[in-house]
């Protein structure tokens, strides 16, 4: 055989072998839309640092821990990054509505993909979003001194309703729209076939959380103010007489607490300051000391109950630059596990 073809015959063989052997590599798997199924987990929404732009979505798969990769599903999917400050996070009309707070937009996006369908701009400051009729979402705003008007059909902000102040969560109860207000001693009530605030109630300062039971009452926790000296306070709300029928003093402006959440037979109400409280409904007056205490090292800025099993979800900031960590207890306050979380994770949901 001659020199050349003998090359030829080994190149020809190393590139059969070559090809085998590339063929026979076990193809990683890849996360596919099916991984996040609906009533399979949770979402968690993580802030990210202020002016920095690196907020990030998880999802949190409670019946399969392999599917839980703790990483971002929005840049991946759409090649960029979410934006600064992830404030909240809603389904409408099957889509997932991200307001990204500093950067003045809602990301619209196909829950089991990430994928952005559409991007909302032309807001200063949204906090929060609520659908209170079909095809008509409001948008709550810490600067805009007005609440913003989407239309879903169109996905395109129609118009404005006047609020003065910081506007923050809100709930469609009983035909009305109540919306606290962060900057203000009322509780607004806006009609959403009108789109107009007609009434308010006089509560305390700093309106933050709002929630309705089972027994029709809302519940309202104002967070008060220290640098301003405001106390706020708890407040049990009758819709239909739209009066006070409890209020629970805070007896110090520094007590600040957030993030008011109910148990899922909504007896019993949690929020953070310091720890993690919990009590019943029925009570006159708060605890002296919260159900979980806050660890050493820790900054418990966000708050979930597990809609079925009362489960106690606690999102921890810890130093707010580096990634932080979601803390599981059972409604007694027994500490169960823990899972990685992205920057400044504040808020969950499930779906």
Known sequence: MSKIKRITTALLFIGILSLVLTNCKETPPETKPSDITKNKGFFVVNEGTFTIGNASLFYINTENEDLNTNEDLFKPANKRPLGDVFQSMVIINKQAWLVVNNSGKIEITDPTTSQTVSTLKGFKSPRHALEVMPGKVYVTDIYSNSISVVDVATLSKVSEIKCKGWTEELILHHNKVWITNHSSK???????????????????????????????????????????????????????????????????????????????????????????YGFPKSLTSLPQQPLIAQPTGSSFYGLGIHPSNGTILVADALDFVSHGKIMVYTPSGQYIRNYKAGIVPSAFFWW
Request: one cysteine or more; charged letters at 20%.
């Open 186 to 276: 009322y509780l607004f009530i806006a009609n959403p076939l009108m789109d107009k605030v007609t009434d308010s109630i006089p509560v305390a300062y700093g309106g933050s959380s709002i929630l309705a039971g089972k027994d029709g009452n809302i519940w309202l926790l104002c967070s008060g103010d220290t640098s301003k000296n405001e106390k706020g306070g708890l407040f049990c709300i009758d819709p239909r007489a739209i009066k006070v029928i409890k209020h629970i003093p805070f007896s110090k402006a520094s007590f600040n607490p957030v993030k008011l959440k109910q148990n899922p037979k909504e007896d019993s109400l949690y929020f953070i300051y310091q720890g993690i």
